[in-house]
């Protein structure tokens, strides 16, 4: 009887030990996503703020950080850029870049520009049109809805992840709130290593 509590401590412990050191190396911290469409609809070519057309092709070769906001908005937007520009300054990687797309069909492009380049000089802003920017909010599982106006000024309740974007122009993951700056520097430097 003993000697078959002893085997099965021993078996116990053999487990516990492949178990902790069967963990992932590369364990990230976002949620994965296994899309195989592109992140845009395959013809379209979106005016950036960096060029004149933005596409998937734009995506390629890079990892992206993409963030759906407006410009009018009154906190969340402007501390996730503020925090996404500490993290690109912590990183300094040519192969990462943001993307920040209005959820606001009346963001102009220059404001977008201006809005996106008081935080880094490097980040892309899009404007989209109407039907493409909701085909999109739709396609990636964003919610936006305008729920109340100031004048010429729009409110948006919208979604507070960050997405991914992979090399090949996929989504393939996100981060929800609470984010955490440290996680994403993590997995951005481990993805661009």
């Given amino acids: 009887m003993n000697k078959s509590y002893i085997l099965y401590g021993i078996a116990f412990l053999l487990l516990m030990v492949v178990f902790v050191n069967d963990e992932p190396k590369n364990k990230v911290n976002y949620t994965k996503l296994y899309s195989e469409n592109m992140f845009l609809d395959e013809n379209v070519q979106i005016r950036s703020t960096k060029n004149q057309k933005f596409s998937n092709q734009s995506l390629k070769d890079k990892i992206t950080i993409v963030f759906f906001g407006y410009t009018s908005c009154p906190d969340f937007c402007p501390d996730t850029l503020a925090r996404a520009n500490k993290i690109f300054a912590k990183l300094q990687d040519k192969d990462i870049q ?29 404007s989209i049109n109407d ?17 109340s106006s100031t004048g010429s000024i729009d409110f948006y309740d919208h979604t507070g992840a960050i997405f991914l974007i992979n090399k090949e122009s996929k989504l393939m993951g996100l981060y929800t709130p609470p984010i955490k700056d440290e996680l994403i520097i993590s997995d951005l430097s481990r993805m661009t290593n």
């Avoid at 993307?99 to 980040?123: A, G, H, R, T």
């Avoid at 493409?132 to 964003?142: C, D």
């Fill in 98 to 126: 943001l993307l920040f797309i209005s959820i606001d069909p009346k963001d102009e492009l220059s404001k977008i520009k201006q809005y996106v380049e008081y935080f880094n000089n490097d980040f892309i802003g899009l």
């Fill in 131 to 147: 039907t493409n920017v909701k085909k999109l909010v739709e396609k990636s599982g964003v919610y936006a809805k305008k729920v």
